[in-house]
């Protein structure tokens, strides 16, 4: 099962699952705010709360950057293993917090554990798909992450049937009944193995040094670059996750049991379009054009900067799905080729240290952005917020077209 041509594919498919999982744990919190603020109190405060889903944030992109070094050096399958046993246990003890310090501490260990799975399931992906199908493969694993914000979505409306706590409870043990299964099915790359090669202390497996690995990727100027476009586009990316469901609930009038899975339904459904529609036309272009993977993304960050200016000011539920849906899409396009442009310009044996720092970045942009979002909701609006984000990803979009000039698809050393 290793070595057929099946088997990438069906780790796309298994790792498609913890995709989900991953942002269906962390998105609940979300859309059960009221619920869980019936036994909580201090989840009323719009700025408690924008404290508590940013610390998540904060430990996730601090952790990030190490977890990307680790992943380098030692088996992805068992560090995806792992951090998805942990971050489920950690979601079935939320259901017994009774005090909003609880809450805060639990949401920064899902953070530690939530950080190793990324870099790790990108680059196995990516390491089982050189060149062809890439961004297909990658962009269908990051539709389970929108699927799980989706059904994260959903969280107010389960709370309400039967109660925040057993809703943590049940994902949590499914989460690691899940894990148990992996743990079985699972396979690393062969030549990732470090069983491959016998490095020195304080060496990858192909004997190189972190040291060496960091200086490497930040004496790149591409990365820079790279790393500006991916953490500007998240700004409206967390954003939208954490308070697309209260803007939708205070533009259109709806309460959260709607406006929560209207916002998160919208952005999830069409990112999978894009990704659908994105990752294809990056796989086919890249054969004639090799920047071709950087101007599907960038049709896509086009897309994301009209729409969040409709966003933000749209008082219309028709304008508000349409504009939603618009920037969807453009996120699925974007989102899915993140990682193949990433190997346009650095090796394998560094690609999850350096996703590990896009990650890192993008989300303290995210945990800066939510808590923003929270201070400046009664003084500024969250509509406005929304529409200024667009001018952002304008600077990112040229700086994108400008300077990134790959030499080809998939860079050895």
């Known amino acids: 099962m290793k070595t057929s041509k099946i088997y990438p594919w069906i780790v796309v498919a298994l790792l498609w699952v913890v995709a989900l999982l991953n942002y269906l744990d962390r998105q609940m919190l979300s859309t059960m705010q009221s619920n869980i603020a019936l036994d909580i109190p201090a989840l009323r405060n719009a700025e408690a709360f924008g404290a508590l889903m940013a610390i998540f944030l904060w430990v996730y992109g601090i952790a990030s950057p190490f977890s990307g070094a680790v992943a380098d050096r030692i088996s992805r399958k068992w560090l995806i293993v792992g951090s998805l046993g942990v ?95 992996l743990a079985f099915l699972l396979r690393e790359k062969e030549a990732h193995s470090p069983a491959a090669a016998t490095p020195a202390a304080g060496q990858t497996s192909g004997g190189e040094s972190m040291v060496r690995s960091f200086a490497m990727i930040f004496s790149n100027v591409a990365f820079w670059v790279i790393l500006f476009f991916f953490a500007s586009s998240s700004i409206p990316g967390w954003a939208t996750k954490n308070w697309l469901p209260t803007l939708f609930r205070d533009n259109l009038g709806l309460g959260m049991d709607w406006a929560g899975p209207m916002a998160t339904l919208t952005i999830a459904l069409s990112s999978f379009i894009g990704v659908m529609v994105g990752g294809p036309i990056s796989d086919r ?68 240290m350096a996703y590990g720092f896009m990650n890192s970045l993008g989300v303290i942009m995210g945990a800066i952005t939510t808590q923003a979002l929270g201070a400046l909701t009664e003084s500024v609006g969250l509509g406005l917020c929304f529409s200024l984000m667009g001018g952002i990803l304008l600077v990112a979009l040229a700086l994108q077209l400008l300077v990134l000039k790959p030499e080809c698809d998939d860079m050895r050393d």
């Open 87 to 181: 971050w489920s246990g950690v979601t079935f003890a939320m259901g017994y917090a009774t005090e909003f310090s609880q809450l805060m501490w639990l949401r920064g260990v899902m953070g530690i554990s939530e950080a190793l799975y990324i870099p790790s399931a990108l680059s196995l992906i990516a390491d089982y798909f050189t060149g062809k199908s890439r961004s297909l493969a990658i962009g269908l694993h990051m539709t389970g992450l929108y699927c799980g914000q989706a059904l994260g979505g959903f969280g107010s409306l389960v709370a309400t049937t039967w109660s925040w706590q057993s809703t943590f409870h049940w994902f949590g043990i499914g989460g690691v009944a899940y894990a148990l299964l």
């Open 285 to 352: 272009w890249v054969k004639r054009n090799v920047r071709g993977r950087i101007y599907t993304s960038a049709i896509g960050l086009s897309m994301m900067i009209p729409a969040l200016v409709l966003i933000g000011l749209a008082h219309n539920a028709w304008l508000s799905v349409m504009a939603g849906l618009c920037f969807g899409i453009g996120y699925g396009m974007f989102d899915a080729n993140n990682m193949p442009i990433l190997c346009q310009f650095v090796a394998p044996g560094r690609r999850a």
